[in-house]
């Protein structure tokens, strides 16, 4: 069974609400001191239970006040679930779907979930290496509207390229795209191929040898 909550940031604010009403002790921005608790017992419903068929999947979506990830709504979430993804304003104006924000998006359990024997040998490798690329590209982008692209090294420019072709080539997705896991790591060497390997650091030189577009047939 899939759950869909929506919006959490109004269930929140009815809280406060309620709680000002009664003449609560407010916690953090006037929120109740037991919000956490609250939140807790919803988000802590999914799952399976032993002995029983079926599981139940929660899906809780959430308006982050002023785009603030540090607003007490979206940091308790983020305390308690395994997960979150966060949704660009700008990626969506960009018109680039689905507009995630890959950078604070977190998976608490992909470490243990991912590998050679559930995916793939170089899944954790291409991971770390597309979020650090990315993440430097999207920095150089404020540099550049500073100094002007002509300031930037050979490096800087292929990071800052890279970010644009991450966006559309990896993040934007037709609504009826389905992605294998081995299609998705292949897209994501494919995309790697525009930077040089000596700038791919946190690659091994066997994942190199073995998937880079230039060694494979």
Not at 48 to 59: D, E, L, P, Y
Not at 92 to 111: A, K
Not at 127 to 152: C, F, N, T, W
Request: proline share 5%.
């Amino acid at each position: 069974m899939l759950v869909i909550y929506t919006d959490m940031t109004n269930y929140c604010d009815a809280l406060r609400q309620i709680g000002a009403a009664r003449e609560e002790v407010p916690g953090r921005r006037g929120y109740p001191g037991y919000m956490y608790t609250d939140l807790a017992m919803l988000y802590e419903r999914a799952g399976i239970v032993k002995g029983k068929k079926g599981s139940i999947t929660q899906f809780p979506i959430l308006t982050m006040p002023g785009d603030d990830i540090t607003h007490p709504i979206p940091d308790l979430s983020g305390y308690i679930t395994e997960g979150q993804i966060v949704i660009s304003r700008e990626l969506h104006q960009q018109g680039i779907y689905p507009p995630i924000n890959v950078l604070p998006s977190l998976s608490r359990l992909m470490g243990s979930c991912i590998g050679e024997k559930t995916t793939r040998d170089d899944h954790k490798k291409v991971s770390d290496q597309m979020y650090a690329a990315y993440a430097q590209g999207r920095e150089l982008r404020g540099l550049v509207a500073i100094v002007g692209e002509d300031a930037l090294n050979e490096r800087d420019k292929q990071l800052l390229d890279f970010s644009a072709i991450f966006e559309d080539r990896f993040l934007r997705q037709s609504r009826d795209e389905d992605r294998s896991i081995d299609e998705t790591l292949d897209l994501c060497w494919e995309l790697m191929s525009n930077i040089d390997t000596k700038y791919l650091v946190r690659l091994d030189e066997e994942l190199i040898a073995k998937y880079h577009p230039e060694n494979r047939s």
